[in-house]
């Protein structure tokens, strides 16, 4: 680059892929590319855009997709608060959850598809992404938007209600109390689950869970904060809220139909609970 000059967008795309591939904390060497190659502008409605900071929304200068390659929520509705989400945070989500060629993975909040066209390319070949969005006019975008990409079904439906396909990875990008019993099911044997934990109003955690012989092994990450997922947010059937000491302690998800809560519980609903209890091997 001329030392008068200012970096192309290509530069700016690769510099931003080795920062999401190092919040990744993964050895995978796919997730730099992906982030490289996916355009963030496609998956966003016409700029200037705007950038969430705090509570507040800045519009950028102008339509230039350099604004978009930074760790910032971007509004995909700015009257309903809907955003495409942080990078840095979504990032490391994949890492964690590690999608794998021909995979199942499902995307519950899918948006506009960004980051189902991410976890699309991980899954390739012979892999599969559903992406359930229940917004009409977001799930007619997303559709639109993953056009080129291959192995992607976009389902206009409650995440919640409709039934889940058989899974490798669930991912979840809104705030849930507690996942449905049907997502769990739905969870292959080895199968990833990552979703916000919001217990209460002052806790957001993201929990990853993955299926074992032994039953649903649960490990707490990062702070994480997403709009609520209707249908999973409410604590109204709480029979024990956890204080963000207890949230942090959960190592094991269990349905209460295969077991009854006792004193290792952390939290506590109608069909499933949070336990300190690790999961014997």
Known sequence: MPATGRATLDEIRHFYARLMAAASKSADPRLERIFEIVPRE?????????????????????????????????????????????????????????????????????????????????????????????????????????????????????????????????????????????????????????????PADDIGLAMLVTRTDAGFRAKPLMPSWFIPCVGASSTDECVRTPNGRDARRVRSLWPTESRAPDDSAMAVYRDVWFSSDELDY
Request: proline residues 10%; negative net charge; glycine residues 10%.
């Open 42 to 198: 496609a998956f966003l409605p016409p700029g200037p855009w705007h950038i969430m900071v705090g509570s507040q929304y800045f519009e950028t200068p102008s339509a230039d997709p350099i604004y978009l390659y930074q760790n910032a929520l971007v509004a995909l509705d700015v009257g309903k608060g809907i955003n495409n989400g942080e990078p840095f945070l979504h990032a490391a989500w994949i890492g964690a959850v590690a999608p794998q060629s021909g995979e199942t993975v499902t995307h519950i909040g899918a948006g506009a598809g960004y980051y189902t066209a991410l976890l699309s390319m991980l899954v390739l070949p012979n892999g599969h992404v559903y992406g359930f969005e229940r917004e009409d006019g977001l799930a007619n975008r997303a559709r639109d938007n993953l056009v080129p990409f291959e192995g992607v079904d976009i389902i206009q439906a409650d995440a919640t209600i409709q039934p889940l396909p058989p899974s490798d990875v669930i991912y979840v990008n809104a705030g849930v109390a507690r996942p449905p019993l049907s997502w769990l099911k739905a969870l292959r044997p080895g199968g990833r689950m990552i979703f916000p934990w919001r």
